[in-house]
C-alpha cells in the first residue's frame, strides 16, 4: 500500500471539519466511451445545512454525441436524494429515467427498514439492510465514510433489485483529461462467468469524488466515463 493509509488520515480530518468547509455544490463532467459510440454526462451534487444537519440531492444527465445521437437520441436521468450521516449517504429515493419510459424507482423506509422497488409498473417490497445505497449514491458516499482497507461489502439497487455486492480496494494513479490522479479504486467481485462489471475510481485528493467509472451493464454494452471537468462550490449558509 503506497498511500492508503494517508486515506485514513484525510477521514479523521473530515470528521473535523465545520460545516462551511463542506461543498455546497459539486458540478462534474464526464466524456463516455461505450462499444457503439461517444457521450457526455454531467452530474450535479447539492449538499443543504437543514436542522443541524445535511441532506444531499444528486442528479446526473447522459446523453449520446454524434453519429451515437442517431442510435441514442434520449438522455438518461440518474437521481438520488437523502440524508448525510457519519456513516455516509442514506438515500431516501432514487430514480432512473430513460428517455420517455417510466421510471425506476427506488423508496427507502428507514424507519420500518423497507425498501420498494418500482420497474416496469411492478412494484415489489424487499427488507431494507443498514447502509444500502442506490447506484448514484454509492459513487459519492465515501467522500463521507471511511472505505474499509481492502473489501467492502455493500447492498447496492439499480432500481429494480437489490444485491449485496463485494468490492476489492486498491489505489491506482490514473491520468485523466484535468491531470494524473491518486485514486482509490473499488472494483465489484462479479460471479464466474458474470458479463456483468462496475469498477470506480475515487479520487483521494479531491473529496473522494468518483472521476471514473467503467461498467458493463445488464445489454451487455461497455461504457467508460472519465472526467473532464470539476467544480466545487462552498457557502458559509447552506
Known amino acids: 500500500m503506497k498511500f492508503l493509509p494517508s486515506i485514513f488520515l484525510l477521514w479523521i480530518l473530515s470528521f473535523s471539519v465545520s460545516a462551511t468547509e463542506i461543498p455546497s455544490r459539486i458540478e462534474i463532467s464526464y466524456a463516455v466511451s461505450t462499444d457503439i459510440g461517444q457521450g457526455?454526462?454531467?452530474?450535479?451534487?447539492?449538499?443543504k445545512h437543514i436542522n443541524g444537519g445535511h441532506?444531499?440531492?444528486?442528479?446526473?444527465?447522459?446523453?449520446?454525441?454524434?453519429?451515437?445521437?442517431?442510435?441514442?437520441?434520449?438522455?438518461?436521468?440518474?437521481h438520488s436524494e437523502g440524508t448525510i450521516t457519519k456513516q455516509g449517504l442514506r438515500p431516501?429515493?432514487?430514480?432512473?429515467?430513460?428517455?420517455?419510459?417510466?421510471?425506476?424507482?427506488?423508496?427507502?423506509?428507514?424507519?420500518n427498514h423497507v425498501i420498494t422497488l418500482q420497474h416496469k409498473g411492478h412494484q415489489v417490497q424487499e427488507k431494507l439492510p443498514e447502509g444500502t445505497l442506490d447506484r448514484l449514491s454509492l459513487s459519492y458516499n465515501f467522500m463521507?465514510?471511511?472505505?474499509?482497507?481492502?473489501?467492502?461489502?455493500?447492498?447496492?439497487?439499480?432500481?429494480?433489485s437489490l444485491q449485496l455486492s463485494h468490492y476489492k480496494v486498491t489505489e491506482e494513479v490514473i491520468s485523466t483529461p484535468i491531470g494524473k490522479m491518486e485514486t482509490v479504486v473499488l472494483t465489484r467481485q462479479e460471479e464466474k462467468n458474470s458479463k456483468l462489471k462496475r469498477k470506480l475510481w475515487l479520487a483521494l485528493n479531491n473529496h473522494m469524488l468518483p472521476v471514473r467509472i467503467v461498467s458493463v451493464e445488464?445489454?451487455?454494452?461497455?461504457i467508460d466515463k472519465i472526467v473532464t471537468g470539476i467544480n466545487i462550490s462552498y457557502k458559509a449558509d447552506h
Not at 42 to 47: A, K, P
Not at 95 to 103: F, M, S
Not at 144 to 160: I, K, M, Q
Not at 218 to 222: A, H, I, P, Q, V
Open 40 to 47: 457526455e454526462i454531467n452530474e450535479v451534487m447539492e449538499i
Open 55 to 78: 441532506s444531499y440531492t444528486i442528479n446526473s444527465e447522459a446523453q449520446a454525441s454524434g453519429v451515437f445521437k442517431i442510435i441514442e437520441p434520449n438522455s438518461i436521468v440518474r
Open 144 to 160: 463521507f465514510a471511511p472505505l474499509p482497507e481492502h473489501h467492502l461489502d455493500r447492498y447496492v439497487t439499480n432500481g429494480h
Open 218 to 222: 445488464d445489454n451487455g454494452r461497455e
Open 92 to 111: 431516501t429515493r432514487a430514480y432512473e429515467k430513460r428517455g420517455k419510459k417510466e421510471p425506476g424507482l427506488a423508496v427507502f423506509d428507514w424507519k
